[in-house]
């Protein structure tokens, strides 16, 4: 394998400098997976370079996690110690920056009952959707590449080779191959926010998604605002919580959603794998939830709570990013929903909406569950409160 210091130092100074906008003096909140210690003690020595007050790592464990999975009481699996919870907390209450290294194998589940899988959210916590909502933490998530995802990616070729791909397409997809990434960038989101801004002036009373194994309509809020690529804290100031990022997004009306859907690429879950997706709704609840794998699991995962079956996002995104073309199924979400539409199961952004009473209306939710259901092939058309249809994603394309 080709050295790649340069490229994690690159990666980290990206999501440190760039994604979370550390300040001097804030506390640097990091997680990371066992396997990725390279780039955790990157984006370490990025944050204290920037002035960080305190980088706090947290670490996390697959294999301890398949060892609960396998051999804990059933009824104990979706037991969450409080110190995590309260950690997070804590980055909230400091006004904190936080970093998540992404980049997993759900393979080292295989064989677990994907029911118990399902139970088991874990490093995920209820607490973050909150936070987020709360728009307390400058924050961002990016990808780490490692040996077990590259072998989950490209399991055709040797370890060292599959490592040095996925390695080339983090770089590319990150746009850590410009001379300036930041500036490239920052190019790539006023595309994303124009679209965006576009979008919002349209004030659409709803989405049409047509397209094969697709007849989904999903009502918006009166005041959905679509945003992308940046967010602003409640002090102002601005991160980008998601690199790479392609996507716009709102927040649906999680009553009003109709249809049947059909996912457009395969997802791994909290340790899950799930593949061929479909649900249908009705009311603006998912009363059908069925996979060609991994059914079970996702069944588990809906019927966590009262809104876990609800809409709480929907994004769209064109074929102009550098993930879609890369015909990659990364099996990590924040790569693989970048690479086409989709929607969020659960958890909803209230940020998006500017009216107090739509905010009030907003799904909640201990879970947030995104699945790709775009592509080339699936038409969007936003519909009108006049009952005009307005054609506004055709082959990938923006319409407006």
Same mark, same amino acid.
């Given at each position: ?9 690159? *990666? ?52 301890? %996690? ?96 599959? *490592?040095? %791909? ?121 009363? %059908? ?29 064109? %074929? ?81």
């Amino acid at each position: 394998m080709r050295d790649r210091s340069s490229d994690v130092e690159r *990666l980290a100074e990206l999501l440190v400098g760039f994604g979370a906008n550390l300040q001097a003096g804030q506390i640097l909140g990091v997680t990371a997976y066992l396997g990725m210690e390279d780039a955790a003690r990157a984006v370490a020595r990025a944050g204290y370079r920037h002035g960080a007050k305190y980088v706090d790592l947290f670490w996390w464990d697959q294999l301890v %996690k398949r060892a609960r999975l396998e051999l804990a009481d059933e009824q104990t699996l979706d037991f969450v110690p409080p110190w995590i919870e309260q950690r997070m907390q804590w980055l909230s209450d400091e006004r904190a920056a936080r970093v998540t290294l992404a980049g997993t194998s759900a393979a080292v589940f295989e064989g677990i009952d994907p029911a118990r899988t399902g139970r088991d959210l874990l490093p995920y916590i209820s607490a973050v959707p909150r936070i987020v909502n709360e728009r307390t933490t400058n924050w961002t998530a990016g990808p780490c590449p490692n040996p077990g995802w590259a072998r989950r990616v490209h399991p055709e070729l040797e370890p060292a080779e599959a *490592l040095d %791909k996925l390695w080339d397409e983090i770089v590319y997809v990150l746009r850590l191959d410009a001379d300036d990434p930041v500036a490239a960038w920052r190019e790539r989101m006023k595309v994303i926010v124009a679209s965006a801004d576009r979008l919002t002036e349209r004030r659409f009373d709803s989405l049409h998604l047509q397209g094969p194994g697709t007849d989904l309509r999903i009502g918006l809020m009166p005041s959905s605002r679509w945003l992308g690529a940046d967010f602003q804290t409640a002090d102002g100031r601005t991160h980008y919580p998601n690199l790479p990022t392609e996507e716009v997004f709102t927040t649906p009306d999680p009553e009003r959603v109709e249809g049947h859907v059909s996912a457009t690429m395969p997802l791994e879950l909290y340790g899950s794998y799930m593949n061929g997706i479909r649900v249908e709704f009705k009311g603006g609840r998912a009363v %059908k939830v069925d996979a060609d794998e991994g059914a079970e699991a996702l069944r588990a995962t809906v019927a966590r709570d009262d809104g876990a079956s609800r809409l709480g996002g929907i994004a769209l995104g064109d %074929k102009e990013g550098r993930i879609g073309p890369l015909e990659t199924v990364f099996y990590e979400t924040l790569l693989d929903e970048n690479a086409a539409s989709h929607i969020a199961l659960g958890n909803a952004y209230t940020f998006p909406l500017e009216d107090q009473a739509d905010r009030a209306r907003a799904n909640t939710s201990a879970i947030h569950v995104d699945f790709m259901i775009g592509s080339n092939e699936v038409d969007v058309d936003g519909l009108t409160r006049d009952g005009d249809r307005v054609p506004v994603l055709r082959g990938g394309s923006w319409q407006i």
